[in-house]
């Protein structure tokens, strides 16, 4: 996967050093969206029964690696992979649940 993140002025441009400030260059964004529903069903008095689904990264977005920061590499501004981070950040996770409370 080669994704251009910097623009096409940037990429073309000679590499010059010494014109650019500390940390200039950002990559992208960081998306993640999780959802859980809850029921409580009551089975006596003092004991109760949580009933719980839980979906992590909901939307499924992928979270895209920086960027090739060398400026004299041909490489130079290309996304070239994801994120890969955990199981339960990396790609949609659900999760069931029983929980009881007494």
Not at 32 to 61: M, W
Not at 75 to 93: H, K, Q, V
Request: glycine share 10%; net charge positive.
């Amino acid at each position: 996967m080669r994704t251009g993140y910097l623009g096409r002025r940037i990429q073309d441009s000679p590499a010059r050093f010494g014109t650019s400030s500390f940390d200039s260059l950002r990559g992208p964004g960081y998306e993640n969206l999780d959802f859980g529903l809850f029921r409580t069903f009551g089975i006596r008095e003092p004991l109760k029964a949580q009933f719980r689904i839980e979906a992590l990264n909901l939307t499924n977005h992928p979270n895209f690696s920086n960027p090739d920061s060398g400026v004299t590499d041909p490489d130079f501004g290309l996304i070239m992979s994801t994120n890969p981070g955990s199981r339960l950040i990396a790609e949609r996770y659900f999760r069931l649940g029983l929980k009881l409370l007494f």
